[in-house]
C-alpha cells in the first residue's frame, strides 16, 4: 500500500465525519515528508494530524512515519470556473 491508501483508510476509518477524499499525495525527502492533497470541505487537520501520524506508524512497516502536510486541492472548481468562462464566450 502507498502512503496515500493508508491515510485514506486511516481517515476513512477514525474519522469519517471529515467527508474528504484523498486523490494524491507528493513524497519528499525519501518519504520523510508527504504532501496530502485532498477534496471534500476545506478542513483544518491540525488537531487530528498527530493521530493519523500515529496510526500510519502502526500501519505502515518503515523505520520512520513521514510528516504529513494536508493541502487542499482546488483542480475541480478550477475546472467547473474554466468551463464556465469558455461557456460564456
Known amino acids: 500500500?502507498?502512503?496515500?491508501?493508508?491515510?485514506?483508510?486511516i481517515i476513512r476509518d477514525m474519522f469519517?465525519?471529515?467527508?474528504?477524499t484523498i486523490v494524491?499525495?507528493?513524497?519528499?525527502?525519501?518519504?520523510?515528508f508527504v504532501r496530502i492533497f485532498y477534496q471534500g470541505?476545506?478542513?483544518d487537520f491540525g488537531?487530528?494530524?498527530?493521530?493519523?501520524?500515529?496510526?500510519?506508524?502502526?500501519r505502515?512497516?518503515?523505520?520512520?512515519?513521514?510528516?504529513?502536510?494536508?493541502v487542499y486541492d482546488d483542480t475541480l472548481e478550477s475546472g467547473d470556473r474554466i468551463e464556465n468562462l469558455l461557456k460564456n464566450i
Open 16 to 20: 469519517p465525519e471529515l467527508g474528504v
Open 47 to 58: 488537531k487530528i494530524k498527530r493521530k493519523i501520524r500515529y496510526e500510519l506508524a502502526h
Open 1 to 9: 500500500m502507498t502512503v496515500r491508501q493508508f491515510v485514506a483508510e
Open 60 to 70: 505502515m512497516n518503515q523505520k520512520y512515519v513521514p510528516e504529513l502536510d494536508f
Open 41 to 43: 470541505t476545506p478542513q
Open 24 to 32: 494524491d499525495a507528493k513524497a519528499g525527502g525519501g518519504l520523510q
